[in-house]
Structures are given as structure tokens and as C-alpha cells.
DNA sequence: AAATATATTGAACAGCCATTCAAAATTATA
DNA sequence: TATAATTTTGAATGGCTGTTCAATATATTT
């Protein structure tokens, strides 16, 4: 139970933070809006968090970790079948829930902090890698590919998805969107039957 | 010759925010600081872009024009000849000079504006089909390709070079960045030949 | 040369920014 | 219950933000 008080607060103010962010724009955030949003004064933000730049990193993580928790189910589900299809798994990928639980705006503004952070640029490439190597993981359970690189090709995977979702969040028309999504699922299944 | 100062004034000042925004990122690139970086007053450049949103999006309009303008060698050169190889243009999409000429940090900053601005969103979504198209054409002129359907291969082949430099933009180490790079160009390949 | 339009200046504005600090309230420890 | 540690408050800071405005300088048109 100690310090549990600290605990709950620091995860209030980071959530609040996420909530403000994606409202209004990372950049549109600040400490002052934080605390009217939570009703406590600012200087009590500083307390948990000594700067802003601390703030952040500590918002980052949380981004990471919830970009994380998407995987999570489909992840945990896998696990416990000895030999899954990695359809499955790709369809979740672009299955449109996804997004609902996300907000891509906060992602790539943190994103954008990348080229002149190297802790955060750090931080996401851990991230990345760490679902790369998942996916694998899932592929080395798929006799089909027993003689295939699963390294490459769950990298090649992820470009496809990443790329994807990157020309996907400039798409006003859902139609098209749902169209674009079809054609990159597709894409992504004649890497597998390749 | 009419209005020319003010046409030079504003590109000289787009140009100053831009390098700033590339220095200390866009978020912290403020008025006043392009004005001392260019030793004009704040106002004058308040004279030339009535409000910091205008100035924002001229930016962007400027980004996107040398987004553009990397490809237009290339491009150029491609026109000229009758049937060309597109894996030439594939190497230049991948070649490292490209990344010299760029600057990612300013680019993906501007980008994650796309998600609380349509106008934004729908400036980066005509650039992005403005290279897909013009690669169609391009693929349209390889005679290995004529019963594909070169729309689709040209919008698989951008969404794996996006993709790749989304994912390689988080790389510290020069040999893995250029290790996967092979990777990535041998991907766009395969498309290309299946 | 006078009148008009454009370009530039510099001072000033209120409002917000992250941050500091000392004091108070609350909770845990001895 | 006294002491110590944690949590919370509220007021204050200087510096920076985008923006306004009237005045001046320079260039263009009449």
C-alpha cells in the first residue's frame, strides 16, 4: 500500500494529459490545462514530475504501452494454441477496433519527438522490435512456413502494416478507406504464401 | 517585377522557419525567433502572414513542394525515356542522398497535424497520390508489366517504402539501416516480379 | 513633384508558459 | 502523542507567446 497515493496521482495526470492531447493537440497541451482538467494546481503536477520533458517521456510510455495492450489479446489468444493461423492475427491488425482504442494524432506528434530524442527514438524501436519479434514468434507456430525466413518476413509484415496505416490516416472517404485496407490485407497474405 | 520584394520576403521567411523548425523542431520555432533569425521585426512577418496558422500551412505547402521536388529528378530523367526500368527509380526511392535533402523530424511534425486539420490532411493526401500516380505511369511503361494491374502494384510498392522509412527512421546503428534497407528494396522487388 | 501604395520598424499588449517556493494539510512512523 | 514524511495548496515569478498598432521609410504611380 505504500505510496500508493503517488502511484494513482502520477497515473491520473498522465492519462489526463493523454486525454487533453488528444483533444486539443500535444502541442496545445500544457501543465496549467492538466491541472484545471483534474482540479489541483499546477505545482502539484510539478511535484510528480519535475519537468515537462519528464512529463512527456512519461506520457510516451504510457502511448507505448496502450499501443502495446492493442496487441495484447490477440497476442495472449495465440499463445495458448500450439499452432495458430497468422490470419488471424492480420486480420486484427487491420480490423477497424484497432483504431477506436488509439489515438494515431498523440502517436505521431510523440513520433515526431524521435528525431530529436534518442531516448524516445529509443524507446519506440523497442516497441517495434518487440512486436516484430512477436510476430515471428506467432509465424515459427505455422508448419506452412517451416522453410521460410520468419524474421524477414514478419518485418516485411510490419512495413506493410505500418506504411498502410500511415496512407490510411490521410483518408477522409471510408469507402475508400475499407477498400485500401482489403487491398493491404491482400498484400500482406502474398507475403505469407509467397 | 511588381510585388517582388514581398514574394522574396515570404519565401525568405518560410525558409527560416523551416530551418529553425529543423534545428529546435516546429513546436518550438516561434515567431519571434524567425524574426530574430532573419533580424526583421516579429511584425513584419505578422505583415506577410496575418496569423501563425496561415504561417503553418505555407510551411507545409513548402515542405510538400520539396517532398515533391526529390522525386523530380528522377521523375524528369524517367520521362525522357521511352520504356524505363523502374527498379531505377525503386534505388533512388531508397538511396541514402534522398534522406540528406530531407529533413524527417519537420516532415512527420507536420504530418501529425493531419489529425485536427482537413486541410492539412488533404494537402498530404494529394502529394501522396500524386507519387503514386506518377509511379503508375512510370510502371505503365514497363512492357514485363503490361497485364498487372499497375495502380495497385504502384500503391503496394509506396506503402512498403513508407513503411520502411517510418520504421528506419528509429535506427541508430548505420549498418543495420542499411542491412534493412536491402531488405526493404528486395521486398518492392518481389512485388515488382511476382 | 505630389500622391499613393508597399515595406518596415519598434513599442506595447494581455495571456499563457513552465517553474519556484514557502506554507499548510494530511498521513505514516516512532 | 510527538515526529517525520508525504501530499496538496496558492501565490508569485520572469520570460515567451501571438498579435496589434501607429509611425516611418521606401518604392511606385500619377
Request: net charge negative.
Given at each position: 500500500m505504500k505510496s500508493s497515493i503517488s502511484t494513482t496521482r502520477k497515473k491520473e495526470i498522465i492519462e489526463g494529459f493523454y486525454t487533453l492531447a488528444r483533444e486539443h493537440g500535444l502541442e496545445n497541451t500544457s501543465i496549467a490545462k492538466i491541472g484545471k482538467h483534474l482540479?489541483?494546481?499546477p505545482s502539484l503536477i510539478m511535484h510528480y514530475f519535475p519537468t515537462k520533458d519528464i512529463l512527456i517521456s512519461h506520457l510516451i510510455d504510457y502511448i507505448l504501452d496502450q499501443y502495446l495492450k492493442i496487441?495484447?489479446?490477440a497476442i495472449q489468444e495465440l499463445k495458448?494454441?500450439?499452432?495458430?493461423?497468422p490470419k488471424t492475427f492480420i486480420d486484427k491488425l487491420f480490423s477497424r477496433d484497432w483504431n477506436l482504442l488509439f489515438d494515431d494524432g498523440v502517436f505521431y506528434s510523440?513520433?515526431?519527438?524521435?528525431f530529436r530524442n534518442k531516448l524516445i527514438r529509443k524507446e519506440y524501436r523497442k516497441l517495434h522490435?518487440?512486436?516484430?519479434?512477436?510476430?515471428?514468434?506467432?509465424?515459427?507456430?505455422?508448419e506452412n512456413?517451416?522453410?521460410?525466413d520468419t524474421k524477414v518476413l514478419a518485418e516485411q509484415?510490419?512495413?506493410?502494416?505500418?506504411?498502410?496505416?500511415?496512407?490510411l490516416s490521410m483518408l477522409d472517404d471510408e469507402e475508400t478507406y475499407e477498400q485500401k485496407v482489403l487491398l493491404y490485407k491482400e498484400q500482406v497474405y502474398d507475403l505469407l504464401r509467397k
Open positions: 482540479e489541483i494546481p496487441y495484447e489479446p495458448e494454441k500450439k499452432h495458430a493461423d510523440c513520433f515526431a519527438l524521435i522490435d518487440r512486436l516484430r519479434e512477436f510476430l515471428k514468434d506467432l509465424l515459427d507456430k505455422d512456413l517451416k522453410d521460410r509484415i510490419f512495413v506493410v502494416v505500418e506504411g498502410a496505416y500511415y496512407y
